[in-house]
C-alpha cells in the first residue's frame, strides 16, 4: 500500500511535468505576474487535464510515510498511530488545494492568457481528450520500458566492463 502510495504519487509528479512538456512553448511576452484570468483558465486546464486529481494521494503518501517512520522505533503503538494517521487526513486533505493553486500559477506564469486558451481549447477537442486518456498510460508504458532498457543497457555495460578489464589482467 505505501509503495502503491509512492508510485502514485511519483506518477503524479511524472504527470505534471508531461503536463507542461506537451503543450506549446510559452512565449515571450510573459507577464511578470500571472493575472487572475490565467489564473483561473489555468485551474480549468488543470482540472480537465485530471492533474488536479493526481494531487489527492499525496497528502496522504506523506502521512503514510511518516506513520511508517514512527511504526519502526514504537511497533506497539500502531492502533494509535493509525487513528491519528486517519485523523491528520481528514484534517491535512484540503491542503492539496496548495499544490493545485501553485500548480495554475505556474502554468499562468508560463503561458499568455491567450496561450492558456488555446490549450484549453484544444484540449477539449476529440484530439484533446485522446491526449488526456492515452498520455498517462503512454508515460506508464515508456516508464517501464526505461527501466527494462536499462536494466538490459546495465548487463550489457558490466559484460563490456568485464571483457576489458580481463584484458588488463583483472578478473571481475
Known amino acids: 500500500m505505501f509503495t502503491r502510495t509512492l508510485v502514485t504519487s511519483a506518477r503524479a509528479a511524472l504527470f505534471a511535468v508531461a503536463l507542461v512538456s506537451m503543450v506549446a512553448p510559452a512565449s515571450a511576452q510573459q507577464p511578470a505576474q500571472p493575472s487572475p484570468a490565467a489564473i483561473a483558465i489555468a485551474k480549468e486546464l488543470i482540472t480537465l487535464k485530471g492533474a488536479a486529481a493526481m494531487f489527492t494521494p ?28 486517519l485523523q491528520l487526513a481528514r484534517e491535512l486533505n484540503p491542503r492539496v488545494s496548495e499544490i493545485f493553486d501553485t500548480a495554475a500559477k505556474l502554468y499562468a506564469s508560463q503561458f499568455t492568457e491567450q496561450e ?34 536499462a536494466s538490459k543497457l546495465a548487463s550489457e555495460v558490466i559484460d563490456k566492463m568485464r571483457t576489458e578489464m580481463k584484458k588488463k589482467g583483472h578478473d571481475l
Open 58 to 85: 499525496i497528502v496522504a503518501g506523506v502521512i503514510m510515510q511518516v506513520k511508517g517512520q514512527l511504526l519502526q522505533s514504537n511497533v506497539n503503538l500502531a492502533k494509535e498511530l493509525d487513528e491519528v494517521a
Open 116 to 149: 492558456l486558451k488555446d490549450v484549453l481549447a484544444f484540449y477539449k477537442t476529440p484530439a484533446g481528450q485522446k491526449v488526456i486518456i492515452q498520455e498517462p498510460r503512454v508515460l506508464d508504458q515508456s516508464v517501464r520500458f526505461a527501466d527494462e532498457w
